[in-house]
Nanobody, 124 residues
Framework: QVQLVESGGGLVQAGGSLRLSCAAS????????ISWFRQAPGKEREFVAV????????LYSDSVKGRFTISRDNAKYTVYLKMNSLKPEDTAVYYC?????????????????WGQGTQVTVSS
């Protein structure tokens, strides 16, 4: 079992950057795939990025590819999401989530562990 806590959200102007952190506690953190999802008001939760236990295998949604970077530090039990060139449409609550295995990695219902979320607001 793993517990997740996000931080680092805030208000930023379009074109700016933020780095989100997902701090984990619990057992066997390095055996989990960790993903970032986001949810804007009135919309479904959307997959953003996923990283495997080694930190070498990364996948991104098309909407953030080239602008966002996911990384992890297993020694610190933390996963990061560096967001550059932010756009107003990136405004959402960002969540990190954990699962074992990569199957259905874009499907929020496939994840058993979630953080509480952190708000990111990008002004135009």
């Amino acid at each position: 079992q793993v517990q997740l806590v996000e931080s680092g959200g805030g208000l930023v102007q379009a074109g700016g950057s933020l780095r989100l952190s997902c701090a984990a506690s619990g057992r066997a953190f390095d055996s989990y795939f960790i993903s970032w999802f986001r949810q804007a008001p009135g919309k479904e939760r959307e997959f953003v990025a996923v990283i495997d236990w080694s930190g070498q295998n990364l996948l991104y949604s098309d909407s953030v590819k080239g602008r966002f970077t996911i990384s992890r530090d297993n020694a610190k039990y933390t996963v990061y999401l560096k967001m550059n060139s932010l756009k107003p449409e990136d405004t959402a609550v960002y969540y990190c989530a954990a699962k074992t295995g990569l199957l259905l990695y874009q499907d929020a219902s496939a994840y058993g562990y979630w953080g509480q979320g952190t708000q990111v607001t990008v002004s135009s």
